[in-house]
């Protein structure tokens, strides 16, 4: 008989809103890592239809021991669908259950489920406690942590939400097998941001570990992905609701969002964009004194062999500037970008266009 794997663990610790991360292997489908939560009859599962049938299965059975019902809603995948009709779709079904205000809601997905899923228990009858069982890389290391929920507005991304934290996180390692190598890239990304705004030698054992997490090691993947919850972890303890500290896990963001918005959302990943952004944001660094050039380019370097693109798309100076103006760290029109001061430390910073137009110049097209 094979022992079960310990998981690692990675506390929240926000007082009485404080929860515990667990990252290991076989974990999704073991009735163990549920045990302890909030007390209700009712667990609803909320998913989409690309991962509730390959994992919702092993979580309702997981799950049945503990509740009286266990329900199961499968939304549309796809960012185009983190919108208000979804959204609905999950309160339509809780009520149309009768489902009460002790309801446990489980976000069973990527980011843009557990976005959701945490918005609809913000919601519903004034916030029902949910769980993050997160299917993407992305979504473990950064979207299921620190209690951010959203949907998004025509006029902009993620623009109608609340602070919600979870009751728990569930990073199951064996659930990465089945993403394409482009999510494991775009999650790599959110990876990679830790090492400059918060942990030199981070970045330094990326730069000797990179293949094997590219190839889905697991002992690797394990290491990358506790340390970023660890980082995300000190950053939302210090500063849950994002009055300071916290803009700095927006790394390469400003850069990447008006990437994404200024090709059209889908055609670049949200990862993929935030790891050129995140070159862009280097060479800005470079520009303000802050930084050599060659540890620019080692970053650089590090987010190419992660399969990530370095180089920006060409939507021109002034389309990018329109863009990035709308960035929520903009303040009376002037963009305000997460630079590294140092090797593992960043902070937020006003540039001037002309220096911004040479950052662009230099890193698109
Ligand atoms: P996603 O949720 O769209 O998932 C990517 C794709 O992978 C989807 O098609 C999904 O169905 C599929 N998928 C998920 N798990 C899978 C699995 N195990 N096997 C096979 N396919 C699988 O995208 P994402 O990158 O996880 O998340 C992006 C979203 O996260 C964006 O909406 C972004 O705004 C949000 N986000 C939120 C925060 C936060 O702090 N709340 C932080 C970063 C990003
Ligand atoms: N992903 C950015 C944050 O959680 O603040």
């Known amino acids: 008989m094979t ?4 998981p690692d663990t990675v506390r ?3 007082g009485p809103r404080s929860y515990d991360v667990l990252i290991g292997r076989e974990l999704l489908g073991r009735t163990a890592s549920y045990s302890e939560l909030p007390a209700g009859a009712d667990a609803v599962i909320v998913t989409n239809t690309t991962v509730g049938p390959l994992y919702a299965p092993a979580l309702l059975e997981a799950l049945s021991p503990l509740y009286r019902r266990v329900l199961r809603v499968d939304l549309p995948d796809g960012e185009e669908h983190k919108d208000w009709p979804a959204l609905n779709r999950i309160f339509d079904a809780l009520l149309a259950a009768g489902c009460d205000r002790k309801t446990v809601l489980f976000a069973l997905g990527g980011g843009v489920i557990g976005d959701m899923t945490g918005f609809a228990a913000a919601c519903y009858m004034r916030g029902v406690p949910f769980v993050q ?16 929920t959203a949907i998004n507005h025509p006029l902009g991304k993620n ?3 609340a602070f919600h934290q979870p009751v728990r996180v569930i990073a199951d390692l064996d659930v990465l097998a089945s993403l394409p190598q482009r999510e494991i890239a775009a999650g790599l990304a959110e990876i990679i941001k830790y090492g400059p705004i918060a942990d030199a030698a981070f970045l330094d054992w990326l730069d000797d570990h990179l293949s094997g997490l590219v190839e889905r090691d697991a002992s690797a993947m394990a290491h990358a992905i506790r340390r970023s919850c660890e980082i995300k972890a000190q950053v939302v303890a210090a500063d849950e609701r994002e009055s300071g500290l916290r ?10 969002h008006a990437i994404e918005a200024g090709l059209g959302y889908g055609q670049w990943l949200h990862g993929e964009a935030v790891g050129c952004g995140m070159v862009m944001a280097a060479e800005l660094s470079r520009r303000l004194g802050f ?6 380019a080692r970053l650089g370097d590090i ?13 021109g100076a002034d389309r990018y500037l329109e863009l990035m103006r709308l960035d929520k760290k903009a303040e009376a029109g002037e963009i ?4 590294i001061e140092a090797p593992g430390r960043a902070s937020v910073r006003a540039a001037s266009d002309a220096l911004v137009r040479e950052v662009i110049a230099a890193c698109t097209g």
């Open 3 to 6: 022992a079960t794997p310990v």
């Open 12 to 14: 929240i610790a926000l």
């Open 133 to 148: 069982v997160p299917t993407t890389l992305l979504a473990q290391v950064d979207s299921s942590v620190g209690g951010k």
């Open 159 to 161: 623009m109608i939400g």
């Open 247 to 256: 803009a700095i896990l927006n790394f390469g963001h400003t850069f990447g």
């Open 291 to 296: 930084i050599d050039g060659a540890y620019a």
């Open 303 to 315: 987010v190419r062999r992660a399969g990530l693109p370095v180089r920006g798309p060409a939507l």
């Open 336 to 339: 305000r970008f997460v630079v």
